[in-house]
């Protein structure tokens, strides 16, 4: 497996890969599940997990789509590379020492489909843990926040704190329509 991505500019740096930043959505439990997996996988090459959409994520990464991030993995190369979707969990594979054989057969154009497949039934398990959540309050009744700053409370419907507002002083907005 070639171990580069697209960078912030959309060219291949021939950098090799040194580190990767993993953005992950902090309010999925599939999410916060594998986050932990990763955390005590052996590594061979050190991986950093963020929470996407973030004050962390937004400050070290300026340039990303940063709505993009919580709806599709998004791993960030030391030289800039940007992976996204199935090349984000075969580069991840790859910086793991038991999974890097793994990787590198998702990384040939049938192992492709297969990691292809893979990201689909797991957006396809998040889309109905939220069906679930939003249809029969399934997760608990509590708030559901992302971290972009919006908020649904089964009471108060969708609401919006901007970030850096968290102490309370500002008035959180509510979604219009929603």
């Not at 049938?110 to 399934?138: C, E, F, H, I, P």
Request: net charge positive; glycine share 12%.
């Amino acid at each position: 497996m070639n171990a580069t991505g697209r960078n912030t500019t959309g060219t291949n740096p021939p950098a090799p890969v040194r580190r990767l930043t993993v953005l992950y959505d902090a309010e999925c439990s599939l999410c916060a599940f594998v986050r932990d997996w990763l955390l005590r996988q052996p590594k061979l090459v050190p991986l950093e997990l963020v929470p996407a959409g973030s004050e962390e994520a937004r400050r070290r990464f300026p340039g990303l789509d940063h709505g993009a991030t919580l709806d599709e993995i998004t791993v960030v190369g030391d030289a800039g590379q940007v992976y996204r979707g199935p090349a984000a969990w075969i580069v991840t594979l790859w910086a793991l020492r038991e999974h890097r054989p793994l990787a590198h057969r998702l990384s040939t154009p049938s192992g492709a489909r297969l990691a292809k497949g893979a990201v689909l039934a797991a957006a396809k398990w998040r889309g109905a843990q939220w069906n679930r959540w939003q249809g029969g309050g399934q997760w608990g009744g509590r708030v559901y926040r992302r971290a972009d700053g919006w908020a649904y409370d089964p009471d108060l419907g969708w609401t919006y704190t901007a970030p850096g507002c968290a102490d309370g002083t500002c008035a959180p907005h509510r979604a219009p329509g929603r």
